[in-house]
Structures are given as C-alpha cells and as structure tokens.
C-alpha cells in the first residue's frame, strides 16, 4: 500500500507511463517529502530501512545475502552458499536420488524469522518437491541487493552459488534418467532463474578461473542433456551451448568433447544437419585423441541419430549397431541408458529398412527395462515408436494404446518436445484409419507447435506429412480442408491433446 501512496504522489509530475518507465529505479523513485507522515513512511527506502534496523546482526547478514539467488531459493541452497554448511549439497558431499531435503533446521528458522517480519516470503509449494521455497518482492530485493553489493565476501559467495548449482546440476543429469525424474524436472524449473545466472556469471563476466568457466559449462551439459529439449526450449539450448563451444582449450577435452555433441544433438532437433555434423565430428576427434571409449560409443550414436534423421538409414544402422556392440562389449549384459537410447534409434531405422519384426523386439526390450526403473521419458518415446510400427500392420488400436500412454506420460511431465512426436504419430492413425478431417486439425496443430518451439520437421518427415497431405487433400473438399487446418491450428494444447485421445 505505501508504495502505492508514494507512486500516486508523483503523479502531478508524470504520466503512468512515465511513471512506470521511473520504476526501473524503484527506491529512488518512490518517495514523498510530507511534514505528516513519520520519517520511514516518506520513502519505501526507509520503510524497508527501518524493517531492517530491527533484525539482529545474524538476520542482518542473511538478509543481505539473499539477493546472491535469482527468483527463490531453499533452505538447501541458503546453508550451502550462505553458511558454507557441509553436507548441505556443496561439491561431492551428497548425491541425490530426487531433490534434496531440508537438513539444517537452524537455517530455516532464520528464514522463517525473516518471512514473519514479511522481508521474505513463502512461495507456493509443489507437490512433487520436499523443500519450502522463499522469495523477495522485487522492490525488498533493490534494497538488500544494495547490501549485497557492500558485502567483503561477494565474490566467495558467487564462487559458492555458483559451484552449489554446478553440482546440483551434475546430480539431476542422471536423476532426469530414474523414477524421480519428474521431481528433477519441476526441481530445474523452479531452479532455473539460479542455473541462469550462475552460467551467467561463469561465461559472461570475463572469468580467469578455468575451474569456474568448466563449472558454468557442466550447468549447460546438464540443463541440455534432457531440460531445454522437454521444455521446447531448443533455441536458448543452442546459444548456451555454442558459448561452450567457443571456450575452445579453456575446457578440459572430455568436457568439451560432451559440449560439442550435445550442441549436435541440439542443432539436428532443429534439422540443421550441417552444423550438427560439424560437431559431431569435432567430438568424434577428440574421442579418439584421448582414445576414450565411452566417448566414441556416445559419438557413434550421434552420428547414427544424425544420418537416421536425414534418411541415410544404411549408414545410420552401422553407426548404430557399432555403438550398441562396444556398450555390449564393455558392460557384459547390463542394459544401460546410451545403449537403450541406440537401440530405440536403430529400430527406427530398421523400420524404414523393413525389418519390422527385429526393430519390434528391440523396442520391447528397452520398454520392459525402462519400465523397471520408471523412466518415464525413455517410455513415451519407446511407445510411440511401437506404435509406428503397429501402423504399418494397421494395427490401430494396439498403436492408439501405445499412443495414450505415451500422451499421458509427455503431459504429466510437461514434455514439450515429445508431445510434438506423439501428436505426429496420432496423426499417422488417423491417415490409417481414414479420419482425414481430424489428420488436418492434428497437422494444423503441429504445425502451430513447431513454429511455437522452433522445431522444423526433418526431410523424412516433410515427405511423409506431403504425401499424407495430398491423401487427405483427394478427400475432402477445400472448404473442409481449410475448415479443419484452421480449427487445429487454433487450438490450446489441452484441445490438441483431447482431439488426439478421440482418434
């Protein structure tokens, strides 16, 4: 409300416009010189002063510090980069199966401290996170970030946040694999304003310490490994990752070897097959420098994934099969999450190799597997490549089981990018099934999603959709062409999917 009263006040003096333009400076800017008002309600500085001559010393430096976190923060994250606690998620202390819990008490008390005398506050809780989450307004945060900025220990505490949020990261790479990957997938989201600016201040404040800059760089190799790609957030990945790229020798081989193939993994989802091979092969060099074998596994399979998608299946399936053999080789039975991932790419370029029922026994291997250890994302892209498969028998309702398991499971954990391949593949039984005005509401919707996302079809796929176009166009008459294009193209994502569930 006061700061309400002092914006009113300027308001002989400028516009709203202006006035929201002043706002920028918001504690400057807010403030009334009036002989009846008490000194701390004259200006939104010195009611917030006033708030924060009452803390203790204790409250004072916590207060102050807070700004180091962008957006919201947890009591894990305040005693790990405030109170420098160990066992508080700092480098290798913990490893964590889904996101951390709350461990020092203390700490949170001081917070609740904080958000009783309303300098914090609570931010609505998520199901599927075990920790309380605080914030600031806006208008609080100008001014502790003024303390901030006073602060001796800035730099120590950049360096902390920084390397908390590093490791945080490094742990949700494999936790975005296991059962709890929804919980990691909501962690990232509600982390991402932090991870953000720790890459940020690693990348782009012109850091000397190779250390730090590789800290920002495992942050943009975890965010890319599975986070950018659910969220439809293709584009952003791109240009973190090519900052990456340009370290060049400033990164560790391996590091920048695992940097150069995630930048091609991005640049192919966007069907830029030039850029994309360019890196892969730059990784594949540096693989083979370091005779490193994980590494050349990972990049036999980029460069499979990458010649699958541009139709080149007989080299795709070499690339492939060479992958999954040396996984084979090296881990005696166990079924790992990169040779999983091969063999879901190779049957798909067995599927176009007609070799069906081989690519069938792939796909149900890895979906038992995945199954077990409830990795939801790796079984939604299994299912709808089974359910590819059963269209070319038209086998329809098999593929349509497939397919709404594979629709729940993207919109539980909010996967943008696979929504977009199990709409596609719904449209392909409505082709089957000679549902042609719904196949044009679905390829009007997917159209408006990839444009959304920046997410072009590959060359298989402009074929593929033309010539189901072209059925659908013999079908129906313009006007109800037109009719069902617009109607799909204008839809929310809850109408995509409820038109999908009907077919």
Request: aromatic share 8%; net charge negative; proline share 4%.
């Amino acid at each position: 409300p006061l700061a309400i009263e002092l914006a009113a006040a300027r308001i002989k003096l400028f516009s709203p416009a202006a006035i929201l333009t002043q706002l920028t400076n918001r504690l400057a800017f807010l403030s009334a010189r009036t002989p009846h008002r008490p000194a701390r309600q004259q200006t939104l500085r010195a009611a917030i002063e006033w708030s924060y001559n009452l803390l203790d010393d204790d409250e004072k430096r916590l207060f102050g510090r807070l700004p180091i976190f962008r957006d919201s923060f947890t009591p894990h994250a305040v005693a790990s980069v405030i109170f420098a606690r160990p066992g508080s998620g700092g480098p290798g202390n913990e490893t964590y199966a889904e996101p951390p819990q709350v461990s020092n008490f203390d700490v949170l008390e001081q917070m609740l401290n904080l958000a009783e005398k309303s300098l914090i506050y609570r931010v609505e809780d998520h199901p599927l996170l075990p920790q309380p989450r605080f914030a600031m307004l806006p208008l609080i945060n100008d001014y502790a970030h003024l303390h901030l900025q006073a602060d001796p220990d800035l730099a120590t505490l950049q360096r902390r946040h920084l390397a908390y949020y590093a490791h945080m990261s490094i742990y949700s790479r494999e936790g975005v694999r296991e059962a709890k990957q929804g919980n990691w997938l909501a962690y990232l989201d509600h982390e991402y304003g932090n991870m953000r600016a720790a890459m940020e201040w690693a990348l782009m404040e012109h850091q000397t310490d190779n250390g730090m800059i590789e800290d920002g760089v495992e942050i943009i190799r975890s965010l890319s490994n599975t986070f950018w790609r659910a969220r439809g957030r293709l584009t952003e990945s791109r240009r973190w990752l090519e900052l990456a790229c340009a370290l060049g020798n400033r990164l560790s081989p391996r590091l920048l070897s695992h940097i150069y193939g995630q930048a091609g993994v991005a640049a192919q989802w966007q069907s830029d097959f030039t850029t994309a091979d360019h890196y892969f092969r730059q990784s594949l060099a540096i693989a083979r420098a370091l005779n490193d074998d994980e590494l050349l596994r990972l990049n036999l399979q980029f460069l499979g994934l990458s010649a699958g998608r541009q139709g080149n299946y007989t080299e795709a399936e070499a690339y492939l099969s060479e992958a999954i053999a040396r996984e084979e080789h090296v881990r005696q039975g166990e079924l790992t999450y990169n040779q999983m991932v091969a063999m879901s790419n190779l049957a798909i370029v067995q599927k176009y190799l007609g070799k069906y029922e081989a690519a069938t026994d792939l796909l149900l291997r890895c979906l038992e597997v995945r199954r077990q250890k409830g990795d939801l994302l790796t079984m939604a892209s299994t299912l709808v490549n089974l359910a590819n498969l059963a269209v070319l028998r038209q086998a329809y309702d098999e593929s349509t089981g497939y397919l709404r398991e594979s629709l729940l499971i993207r919109r539980e954990l909010n996967d943008q990018m696979g929504l977009i391949n199990t709409l596609a593949a719904f449209r392909e039984v409505a082709i089957g099934r000679q549902d042609y005005a719904r196949s044009v509401q679905l390829q009007g919707a997917l159209e408006m999603l990839r444009h959304r996302f920046e997410v072009p079809m590959t060359p298989v796929e402009q074929e593929s959709t033309a010539a189901d176009l072209a059925r659908a166009r013999a079908q129906l008459s313009p006007e109800a062409f037109a009719t069902a294009w617009q109607a799909g193209s204008s839809m929310s994502l809850n109408e995509i999917i409820q038109l999908a569930l009907e077919i």
